[in-house]
């Protein structure tokens, strides 16, 4: 079976850093997008960052720009989300997630219907 699986997340203050690792499993992902969604209580899980399948092209949500950066790790076939600065808001559930289909564009990359594999999170909470 496919399989991601998030670890790195826990209990931080503001201003400190976190770095998240997406491990899958099952398929390689080599030529398919990945990215990063998050979700808050009582919201809707929302974008955070995404990569192109070979490494080179990122996007970031506007909240995260400057603070997170992406990368990726083909021959290992896993993930990172390196997060500095952390604020409270950013306080979410931390999904990752990947598309099934071959990367040939940017054009949902930042959407999250358009991806086909999820892990099952991991806990980001920023304190004052």
């Known amino acids: 079976q496919v399989q991601l699986v998030e670890s790195g997340g826990g209990l931080v203050q503001a201003g400190e850093s976190l770095r998240l690792s997406c491990a899958a499993s099952g398929r390689t992902f080599t030529r398919n997008a990945m990215g990063w969604f998050r979700q808050a209580p009582g919201k809707e899980r929302e974008f955070v960052a995404a990569?192109?399948?070979?490494?080179?092209?990122?996007h970031y949500a506007d909240s995260v720009k400057g603070r997170f950066t992406i990368s990726r790790d083909n021959a290992k076939n896993t993930m990172y989300l390196s997060m500095n600065s952390l604020k409270p808001e950013d306080t979410a559930i931390y999904y990752c997630a990947a598309r099934d289909v071959i990367d040939d564009s940017d054009q949902y990359v930042r959407t999250k219907e358009e991806y086909d594999y999820w892990g099952q999170g991991t806990q980001v909470t920023v304190s004052s």
């Open positions: 990569i192109r399948w070979s490494g080179i092209i990122t």
